[in-house]
Each structure stands twice: as structure tokens, then as C-alpha cells.
């Protein structure tokens, strides 16, 4: 029996689809016949010749929109991009950021950046709006901001100019909110809760005092939770965290005159720590000492001066890092630099590389070619001069006190 032509041409699984090549294989013909093949294997057809696939709204929507966890393209261009380009980003595409975006395209202009090149950018209208923008994100959360990404959202504002905070306590209040809420066990991550202290210990509401005075009750809840068992927490944080997590501690414990009090009798500027702030700066020196050598020079420097500001001194704690901060010296700002020395100088412990000792004494013999000296004699076949006798089996070294 004879097949008609419809029999002839329509694929017996017309269920898969028709084939539709994407665009880089239109002008690709090795592309494209790749992506024929596996079409055909798949049980999908050429469709005829002027026939206009028509894609569903909901097929459209879900192939445009990236999985869950997976990042979108604009998400990942201004991840990679430099804050020049990410400026330039912002401005073309800038109004359709979802809150992610916006957050991770701050962060870009945050992260890669100097200050000078931060405030220029802040110039720029459509920088400011976003700005503005993620500053909205932290007075009214959005339905679905995570902790890790208001931290985030927080930490790159401070990165700015004061302007973009506006009001610092109104702006920052429901991020302090947000980590108390949290529950400790699960709720948060011992980085992101330090981020978020570090951001309210820079913020500064007045001259030498902080958004994190005002959120004392959520530094002692955060400093219980690191050190329970025995610091086992500490262990997680990052190098630069650990040193932020001390500063912000330094910062949150400056005593606050009361009511009545006199500047004598109220120690304006002392910091009082309690008992479980003492124990994370124990469990911090530990690790500082040990971690010392792959430490960067800032954050070292940066110990010492916050040792000098809350009163602690740690005599082997600084003679610790000592060597590492005059390795680094020249890596280090001045300002960095003269805040270190100021803290050794507090304590009375010196600052200066370590002693390299000297030789004793040596027997001159010939050939040292210490004047006056005999010339070598010659000897037959290949040349042999005397060589200097020491008197020790090895060099006596004694150090410089």
C-alpha cells in the first residue's frame, strides 16, 4: 500500500517538537547540523518551509528566567565587571534590577574601587538613584531579603560618602533588627554576624560615638554565641572578620556618661569589657599568634591598635606580630602606621626588627687580605691558599639586649 505524502514527511513522534536551531547555529553550519542531529535523535522534525513557531507565554517566561540558585546574565556581568563598567551597567539597565542585582552591583562599585573613585561615581544621577535605591532596601526589607544580603546591602553603603546612610540610626535599625531576630544556631553565619556589627561600629552618629553603642544587647548576644563551647565558633571567621569582630567590640564598650556624671568621674572614652568580650579576645590572640605569618600586614597593624584602644596589653601578643608589621611597614599607610607605633609606644614595647647578633673573633691567617698581609706562596699543581681559621666550630652569637 502507498504512503501518502502526509505519511511521508510527518515524523512518527511529532510529540518532541519541532526543531528550532538557536541563533549562533543559523550562521554556523556546523553548529547547526550538530544541533540537527541531536534534534533528530531526540524525535524532532524540520518543521515546513515559512511555518512561524509560536513559543507559549509560560515556556517563554520560564526559559528566560534563570533556575533557582542559578545567577542571570546581568547578575553575572556586573560580578565580573570593573566599577567603571559597572557604572556604565547601572546606567544602561539600571532601572529593571531586581534586589539582588541592585545589592551585588553596589557591592562591585564598593569592592573594586578606591574612595576617590567612589565619590567621583557618586556624582554620576544614576549611581546616587541606586544608592538611594538599596538605602530603601534597609529601612523597609523587601519580602524575601536575606541576612547575608542586607549585610552585604549595609556594608557597601559605609563604603560611600556619609551622605547615602541619610539618617544612620533610622537606616541601620532594622539591620541590627533583622540579626537579632535570627536565631543564633541557624539563623545566621558567624561572618555575616560580624559584617553587620562592623557596619554599625563605622557608622558614626556623632564625634567618636557609633550606631553600635545603641545596640549593646546584640554585641553580648553575638559575643555569647562565638565563644560558647569553648570558641568553637571563632574558628569559622574569617581573618579580616576576626579583626573586625575586635574593633567593633572596642567600639561598642566605650563607656557612655550617665546622667549627673562629670567627665572625671564618668572616664569619658574607657572602654569596659565584660566577661565574655575578655574571653573572645583570649581565643582571638590564640589564633592571631598562630595565623600570624599569613595574615595581611593591615589587619596586624590594625591588632595592635585596637589592643591600644580598649587598654589590653597583651606583651606577647605584640612581640608576636611585631615582625610581621616591620615586614610589611612599606605596604602600610601612613596614618595605619603611625597608629601602630603610637600603641607600642602606649605599652612601652619596642617595635623594631629583631636583633641579628654579631661575631665574636676570628684568626687572621693568610689570604684574608686584611692589611698588612703576606702574599700566598706558590705551590705546585693546581692553586691552594691558606683559608682563615675560626676559632669556633660555629658562629658565637649573642644578642643586643
Not at 43 to 57: C, D, E, H, R, S
Request: charged share 25%.
Amino acid at each position: 500500500m502507498k504512503r501518502s505524502a502526509d505519511q511521508a514527511f510527518t515524523p512518527a513522534v511529532p510529540a518532541s517538537g519541532v526543531f528550532k536551531p538557536s541563533a549562533n547555529a543559523v550562521l554556523d553550519p556546523k553548529a547547526y547540523f550538530a544541533q540537527f542531529q541531536q534534534a533528530a535523535l531526540a524525535g524532532q522534525y524540520l518543521a515546513p518551509p515559512g511555518t512561524v513557531a509560536i513559543t507559549p507565554p509560560a515556556a517563554a517566561a520560564a526559559s528566560t528566567a534563570p533556575a533557582p540558585g542559578e545567577k542571570s546574565e546581568v547578575h553575572l556581568q556586573v560580578e565580573a565587571a570593573s566599577a567603571v563598567k559597572c557604572a556604565g551597567i547601572i546606567r544602561d539597565r539600571g532601572s529593571n534590577f531586581t534586589t539582588v542585582v541592585a545589592i551585588e552591583a553596589l557591592a562591585t562599585l564598593a569592592t573594586k574601587s578606591s574612595y576617590k573613585l567612589r565619590e567621583e561615581l557618586l556624582g554620576q544621577a544614576h549611581v546616587k538613584k541606586l544608592c538611594d535605591r538599596v538605602r530603601g532596601f534597609l529601612v523597609e526589607p523587601p519580602p524575601g531579603l536575606t541576612l547575608d544580603l542586607a549585610s552585604k546591602a549595609g556594608w557597601s553603603l559605609t563604603r560611600f560618602p556619609e551622605e547615602v546612610l541619610g539618617d544612620k540610626a533610622a537606616t541601620l535599625a532594622p539591620l541590627a533588627k533583622m540579626l537579632g531576630a535570627a536565631n543564633p544556631g541557624t539563623g545566621w553565619h558567624v561572618n555575616t554576624a560580624s559584617k553587620v556589627l562592623g557596619v554599625l561600629a563605622k557608622a558614626e552618629v556623632s564625634q567618636g560615638n557609633s550606631c553600635i553603642m545603641q545596640h549593646t544587647a546584640l554585641v553580648s548576644l553575638v559575643i555569647k554565641e562565638l565563644v560558647r563551647d569553648r570558641g568553637l565558633k571563632i574558628k569559622h571567621l574569617s581573618q579580616e572578620e576576626l579583626v573586625n569582630m575586635l574593633g567593633s567590640l572596642a567600639k561598642a564598650r566605650i563607656h557612655v556618661p550617665r546622667k549627673g556624671e562629670t567627665k572625671k568621674d564618668s572616664c569619658l572614652g574607657t572602654v569596659r569589657m565584660e566577661a565574655n568580650d575578655e574571653l573572645y579576645f583570649d581565643y582571638a590572640t590564640k589564633r592571631i599568634i598562630e595565623e600570624v605569618n599569613t595574615m595581611d600586614g593591615r589587619l596586624v597593624a590594625e591588632v595592635a591598635h585596637i589592643h591600644a584602644q580598649a587598654g589590653i596589653r597583651n606583651e606577647a601578643l605584640f612581640k608576636a606580630i611585631c615582625p610581621r608589621i616591620m615586614a610589611k611597614q612599606k605596604e602600610l599607610d601612613v596614618k595605619t602606621m603611625g597608629r601602630c607605633i603610637k600603641a607600642y609606644a602606649r605599652f612601652m614595647i619596642p617595635l623594631r626588627e629583631e636583633s641579628q647578633g654579631f661575631r665574636t673573633m676570628a684568626v687572621v691567617a693568610k689570604g684574608d687580605f686584611i692589611r698588612p698581609s703576606d702574599k700566598p706562596k706558590k705551590i705546585g699543581g693546581p692553586k691552594k691558599y691558606d683559608q682563615p681559621v675560626p676559632l669556633y666550630e660555629k658562629t658565637q652569637v649573642h644578642g643586643r639586649g
